[in-house]
Each structure stands twice: as C-alpha cells, then as structure tokens.
C-alpha cells in the first residue's frame, strides 16, 4: 500500500509517526542479528531498541561503545537509520519513489510538505530534490575535509569508512562516532586540539541544523538578505547570537577555572566554539562533560532543549520557537497587540504553536529528569542533563547512560522518540480531527501575573 492510499486512512501527522515507528523496528531486528555484534552474539532487544531509536531520532545516546561493540555491519545499519532520520522517513520514501518513476499525488505531497515544514505544496517535489542533492554534496564534501587527518590517523581504508561516518553523523546532527577510546579519551577528546577535525565537524552540524527552507533561501537569493523569508533572517540571527554568547561565557568563564590550565589557548578557544555548536544538538564532545560546572552544565541543558531549526536534522523545541516567544515577550513588554519583527507582524497562530511547544517540551523533560532521578537514584542535575539530550535529540551524556536501569531506557526511549517526530505531529495524530470549526464562545478576560 503505498503513501497515497494510505493517507485516506491516515493523517499525515499519523503516517510521519508510523514511517519512523516502522524504521526504528526494522533496525532493531537487524542490529539483534550475530552479524551485528562483534562477539557475534547480537543485541538484546531493549539494546537494539534504544540503538535503533537513537539512530533514527538523530540523538548519539548509547549503551555501548560503537566502535568496540558493533561490527561494521552494525555499524552500517547505525549509518543508515542516522541518515534516513536526518533527511526524514518521509522524505527518504518519496525519494525511492521518485527514482522508481512513480508519480508524486497530491496526498504524498501534503505529506512531505508537513515532514520538511514547507510553508505550501507548491514546489515541493522540487525543493526535496534540492534537499537530497544538497545534503549528499555537503556529506561527500564533509568526508573529504575529515579524511585529510582521519587518512593520516588510522590509514587509508578505516579512514575513508570514520570520515564517512562522521560527516554522515555530524551534518545529521547524530553525533554516533567511532572513536571508541583512544588513549583514554572518548568521542573526539583526543582531537581537542585539531582545527582540521573541529572546524568540518562544526560546520556540518551548523549547516544541517538551519533547515532545509534556509538553505533553498541562501541558494535563491544569495547576499541579498532583504529578499529572505522572515523564518530564514529569524533562524540565521538567533543561531549567531546562541553560537557567539555562549562561546564567550566559555571561553573567559568556564574554561577560565584552574581545573582546565592544561589547555593551551587553541584548545580552549576550540572547545569554546565546539561545545556552543555540539549541544545543537549533534552530541559530540572534545572536552570531559563531567569536568564541567553546573552553571555551564545548565547552560549546556539550554541550548540542547533549544535545538536547530524547524525542518532541519536538529531536534529540540527551535530556534524560531525561543524567537517567537522572545518577540512576543517584547511585545507584551511594549503593550502592543502583537508581535513584530523584520517589519512583519507574527501570526497568532505561530505564536499560539510556540507556546504550546515550549510548555509540553518542558514538561516532558522535567517529568523525564525528575523520574529518571527518583528510579535510579542519581542526582537530579543528571538526570535533567539525560532527558534533555534525549528530548532534544543531542546525545551529550554525563557518563550514566550505560548505568541506567530498563524502566529508564524505556523513559528515554520515549522522550527520543518524541523528539525527533516533534511535539505538535504527535498532538494532531492523536487528537486532531478532520474538519474545522469556525465558531467561537463568548470573550471573558483573565487576570494573568
């Protein structure tokens, strides 16, 4: 049954959530095969799960080493869920059916226009081929760039296979890597210092995370920034501005303490920079996270719940969402009726969406790190730092992800899951209802604050 007809028995909304239900299954099973494994015992099915879910929700959480317990067939399977889960299930699907020569009915598009977070229908066959040819040029050029030091590392073959990997895994915003533990470090730890690894990886993270919709801008219209969409202008500002705080607070604050002396100023500057990109939300780390002070623990916990852009790789509540409450703020604070920016007023409906988003992203997150807390007895900061990277779908661990009992892994389960198909698809799926009403009860006013 293809896209078309099953969308007369199924939302769209319902179809996105059965697309990556349906994928996380299928890479479960395969990473429970004795191919999967390297002591060739397979994955038990809560381990898989979690992998799986893990990989196609773009987070990077894991139970195990990747490198050291997966083969390369596992390792492959991780691949390509992180891959399908970054373009999106639907997108992949009606990718396959493009280059099958089938035709794209009007169904499948409304479908793909909710998937991506198209503003219309119109155009949209095109802009997916824009997405698909986009994101593997940036892939191929990203593994490229990693392979001059990957090459030089660990040779040619297992080179070309981790500057692969971690392009595929950082422009996904997944942050999977195959490091395993070098001298004691893990993740990219023992790269800290190397700018030819820390740059690609950076830029990867930050193109996959502006959306797909900022990217058909900046083709389109180049340096002629007027001509941009609001949501364009909104993403790429508030990007900077959640890139460059942040740097600064750590590089004279955090990195600043005696704790972290050894660190020669490249490295720090480095660290800086990676640790304001990474939580947005690709997961990998250079530095111990564990190291860190709880102030910049918190501010870590901030910017993975904030997440990329709405129809980009990244997870989190997004950038426009923190905008737009911000904007309204402001307007309240002036007195106006509504909100404004780059000479356009803000529809209510995206302000109404933004609220509605933040509240349920916070409440799953505090009800996710208070449960966590209370199970496994671990301290509560922890615990929130856990069910923020898995709601945000960053990856970043304090080191108790492996420690975690079933009913927690479940409970992150969960929260990647919703994560990455996204609050409101979850919401309309199961509540929606086709059809719309236009009438309204009478107006009565609350006091508020």
Known sequence: MGIQKLNRYISSFQLIILGFFLVILLGSF?????IATNDLKGASFLDALFTATSAACVTGLVLHNTAQYWSFFGQAVILLLIQIGGMGVVTVAIAIAMLSGRKIGLMQRSTLQEAISAHRVGGIVKLTVFILKTTFFIEFIGAISLYLSFG?????LKGIWYSLFHSISSF????????GEIQGK?????FSANPFINVPIMLLIIIGGIGFLTWEDIRKNRFQWRK?????KVVLLTTVVLITLPTLYFFFIEFGQKKWQDMSLLERLLASLFHSVTPRTAGFNTIDLSKISEPGQLITIFLMLIGGSSGSTAGGFKVTTLAVLAMTMTAVFRKKDTAECFGRRLSSESVHNAVAIFAIYMLLFLTGGMLICGIE???????????ASAIATVGLSLGITSQLGAISQIILIGLMFFGRVGCLTLVYAVISKKGSYHSHFPEEKINVG
């Open 228 to 232: 941009y969409r609001m949501q364009s």
């Open 30 to 34: 395969l990473l429970m095969l004795p």
């Open 172 to 179: 996904c915003n997944a942050g999977f890597d195959l490091m």
């Open 186 to 190: 893990t993740s990219l730890m023992y």
């Open 377 to 387: 007895g671990i301290p509560l900061l922890s615990s929130l730092f856990e069910a």
């Open 152 to 156: 030089m590392e660990f040779g040619w």
